[in-house]
């Protein structure tokens, strides 16, 4: 018997938050997220996020903290955009509703990378990237030994 097995892809992300409307509303006023289905009853109540009728993010409250770098499992959130100045209006629209950087502005993967975009984080820490495989050429490298997505 034969099982043909496709590529795995990812399918969508989950994440622990403390206050579900708090990040709703960042993550539909930032990062322009529809909310495809919700769960309201006290105990469980979660959000499901997309774009298109695709399934993105699911945000669950049932955090009791915030995020914790040091702790195991997700290191970090990336969206991919389509182009750089696309990156661009997401900083800018992020600046506008007072998010904090890790670093300031566009910078690379690497030292002399094409790929690069802003790192940040949500309310409750999660660290986020919006990044592009190309367009940050010149952009600077906050760390040369390291990734910059490794260290934020």
């Given at each position: 018997?034969?099982?043909?097995?496709?590529?795995?892809?990812?399918?969508?992300?989950?994440?622990?938050?403390?206050?579900?409307?708090?990040?709703?509303?960042?993550?539909?006023?930032?990062?322009?997220?529809?909310?495809?289905?919700?769960?309201?009853?006290?105990?469980?109540?979660?959000?499901?996020?997309?774009?298109?009728?695709?399934?993105?993010?699911?945000?669950?409250?049932?955090?009791?903290?915030?995020?914790?770098?040091t702790a195991a499992g997700l290191h970090h959130?990336?969206?991919?955009?389509?182009?750089?100045?696309?990156?661009?209006?997401?900083?800018?629209?992020?600046?506008?509703?007072?998010?904090?950087?890790?670093?300031?502005?566009?910078?690379?993967?690497?030292?002399?990378?094409?790929?690069?975009?802003?790192?940040?984080?949500?309310?409750?820490?999660?660290?986020?990237?919006?990044?592009?495989?190309?367009?940050?050429?010149?952009?600077?490298?906050?760390?040369?030994?390291?990734?910059?997505?490794?260290?934020?």
């Amino acid at each position: 018997m034969t099982t043909a097995i496709s590529k795995l892809r990812t399918g969508h992300v989950g994440l622990n938050v403390t206050d579900l409307e708090r990040s709703l509303a960042f993550y539909r006023g930032a990062l322009d997220f529809e909310v495809l289905g919700e769960g309201k009853e006290e105990g469980r109540r979660f959000a499901f996020l997309g774009r298109d009728g695709e399934l993105v993010l699911t945000l669950w409250q049932q955090a009791e903290g915030a995020y914790a770098a040091t702790a195991a499992g997700l290191h970090h959130l990336a969206f991919s955009a389509g182009a750089i100045e696309e990156v661009r209006e997401y900083e800018a629209r992020l600046r506008d509703l007072g998010v904090e950087f890790a670093y300031e502005g566009v910078v690379a993967h690497r030292e002399g990378a094409a790929s690069g975009g802003i790192f940040f984080h949500d309310p409750d820490g999660t660290r986020l990237e919006i990044s592009v495989p190309t367009g940050a050429e010149g952009a600077p490298a906050p760390t040369e030994s390291a990734p910059t997505c490794g260290f934020f």
